[in-house]
């Protein structure tokens, strides 16, 4: 069975750090592209992030550009999300997502191609 978990979130002062952890269980992260979404209340789930199956190829919402930084350890079936200067509106369920991908440079934000979810991690950034 294919299985995300997350895990780092937390309550965190404006301008501090966290990162957030996505271990794979069930299947290798190999092959697969990563996408970093997350959901505030009241608002549309939105895309932070991707990470292409290589790992080479990255993109980031415009909200989070310069301050959030993704990658994988594939020796250790785990995506990474480095999340630094955060601020109020930082804070949502982050969620990460798989999808196999034939394309090793690329990735998306577009939520309905991933098939695979985590269960989500909280982050609150508040003083």
């Known amino acids: 069975q294919l299985q995300l978990v997350e895990s780092g979130g937390g309550l965190v002062q404006p301008g501090g750090s966290l990162r957030l952890s996505c271990a794979a269980s069930g299947f290798s992260l190999d092959n697969y592209a990563i996408g970093w979404f997350r959901q505030a209340p009241g608002k549309d789930r939105e895309g932070v992030s991707c990470l292409s199956r290589s790992g080479g190829s990255t993109n980031y919402a415009d909200s989070v550009k310069g301050r959030f930084t993704t990658s994988r350890d594939n020796a250790k079936n785990t995506v990474y999300l480095q999340m630094n200067n955060l601020k109020p509106e930082d804070t949502a369920v982050y969620y990460c997502?798989?999808?196999?991908?034939?394309?090793?440079?690329?990735?998306?934000?577009?939520?309905?191609?991933?098939?695979?979810w985590g269960q989500g991690t909280q982050v609150t950034v508040s003083s």
């Open positions: 997502a798989a999808v196999l991908s034939l394309l090793p440079t690329t990735c998306t934000m577009r939520s309905p191609f991933y098939r695979s």
